[in-house]
């Protein structure tokens, strides 16, 4: 597959998504969120699972995010669940090893939070699906950090854009790069024919007031 360059990818991945149906909007009758919370949008990143050609499309993104951002990485992490099988792919992209966090440690055996082979001191890229409030990938974030391994950054397929997440990532001082986000995802699907004009600055209240949309 054909390198995509950076400033190419919100819209390519965009694109993507939108079309197998892994993101929809509906502005005017909005998703119901497990919080209660009322949504334009609904993100649901593992049926890229089952698209090869779209699979394919975000583990090179997420390769040439790692090759150009952090060229020293030494290995990815998958955030489980869903950052776990791109984790796999763009690690065999990158000959480099491969490890995943889970939420929290196993209650057996070795009581492993990382699966896989790593060591102080190694570079770590964290792979992870969705990026909403940020606290499920920080939370595997420090986890790899209070194992000995330098956290270069976490990259995602797709973020909704909240100011909250941004303030976090920047508080534990760690990177954060998404292949696509909600304000590409709102030009696309207009470009697209996936929404209307006069959907756009509703689908943009949302993500100034989530907690405000649909009341």
């Not at 149906?21 to 998703?31: E, W």
């Not at 290995?75 to 869903?82: C, K």
């Not at 790899?144 to 270069?152: I, K, N, S």
Request: net charge negative.
């Amino acid at each position: 597959m054909t390198t995509i360059k950076l400033e190419q990818l919100p819209q390519h991945i965009a694109l993507n998504l939108l079309e197998i149906g892994a993101v929809a909007l509906r502005p005017n009758d909005p998703f119901t969120w497990s919080s209660g919370m009322k949504s334009p949008i609904y993100c649901d990143n593992r049926l890229t699972m089952s698209y090869p050609d779209v699979r394919d499309a975000i583990a090179e993104g997420f390769a040439t995010v790692i090759r150009e951002q952090f060229p020293d990485c030494e290995a990815v992490a998958g955030i489980a669940t869903g950052g776990i099988p791109h984790a796999a792919w763009v690690a065999h992209k990158l000959n480099l090893p491969m490890l995943y966090v889970r939420d929290k440690a196993k209650g057996h055996g070795k009581t492993n939070q990382i699966e896989g082979n790593f060591k102080a001191g190694q570079k770590v890229v964290l792979i992870e699906d969705l990026v909403s409030t940020g606290g499920s990938s920080l939370k595997a974030a420090v986890a790899v950090r209070e194992a000995g391994c330098e956290v270069l950054g976490t990259v995602a397929i797709f973020t909704y854009e909240f100011p909250q997440a941004a303030a976090a990532f920047a508080e534990q001082q760690i990177p954060l790069f998404t292949l696509s986000n909600y304000s590409a995802l709102i030009d696309t699907a207009l470009a697209a024919g996936k929404i209307e004009e006069a959907d756009v600055s509703l689908l943009r209240k949302w993500r100034e007031n989530p907690q405000a949309f649909g009341q």
